[in-house]
């Protein structure tokens, strides 16, 4: 009875000691020289752009992906989204989790906003991270975005947005506390890296 237990302990050991260092092969490790991080961040290219793939919370047909571009300190968002309200603006926030279980959106949290600012509309210098503002959508629920935020970035040090949640909801925001009066999240996606190959 002990002895099927203690291997398995033994492989836990042995997976964890390869977890922790990072290496699969003990003779690697052991090699002279060795350096564990430089081998790691050697194998993946930078991160050039994140992907957040909107799908719609439950009763909502909200669609799209919002990505984001990060140049010289000023982060671009574009998005293409559909599923909307025709004519209407529709707020568009960064919450502060990616957290996609709940079928209403709830788990996404609250507005991200790492500095415990007030709320705010694109424009005013004072307010949260994840304030993208609105989108309007045309006379078929559609929308494309385009916009340029210095208050964030894709991955640090101001206000990093990667792993946090898109929200669209169903009515504008307008900019009031706490959170701009935007109503229900009939959308949300997960900020991901996005992969390269387009
Ligand atoms: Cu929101």
């Known amino acids: 009875m002990n002895k ?28 002279p020289g060795h350096d564990h991080k430089a081998h790691a961040s050697a194998a993946l290219p930078p991160v050039k752009q994140l ?5 719609p919370t439950a009763g909502n047909k909200c669609a799209g992906t919002v990505r984001f571009t ?12 559909s ?18 279980t709940s079928t209403d959106g709830t788990k996404a949290g609250g507005h991200y906003n790492p500095a415990g600012q007030p709320h705010g509309l694109p424009g005013v210098e004072t307010r949260h991270a994840g ?14 975005f385009r916009g340029e935020f210095n208050n964030i970035s894709i991955q640090g040090p101001k206000n990093p ?31 991901g890296v996005a992969n390269p190959k387009q």
């Open 4 to 31: 099927p237990l203690s291997l398995t302990a033994g492989l836990l050991a042995a997976a964890y000691a390869v977890f922790s260092t990072g290496c699969a092969s003990s003779s690697c490790c052991d090699a």
């Open 51 to 55: 992907i957040a793939v909107i799908q």
């Open 70 to 81: 990060e140049v010289e300190g000023v982060t671009y968002v574009y998005a293409e989204i």
């Open 83 to 100: 599923g909307l309200t025709p004519n209407q603006q529709h707020a568009m926030h960064i919450h502060e989790f990616g957290d996609a």
């Open 131 to 144: 304030d993208l503002g609105n989108i309007q959508a045309d006379a078929e629920g559609k929308t494309v």
């Open 161 to 191: 947005v990667i792993g946090r949640g898109v929200v669209i909801h169903a009515k504008p925001d307008d900019g009031g506390q706490p959170v701009g009066n935007a109503g229900p999240r009939i959308g949300f996606g997960t900020i």
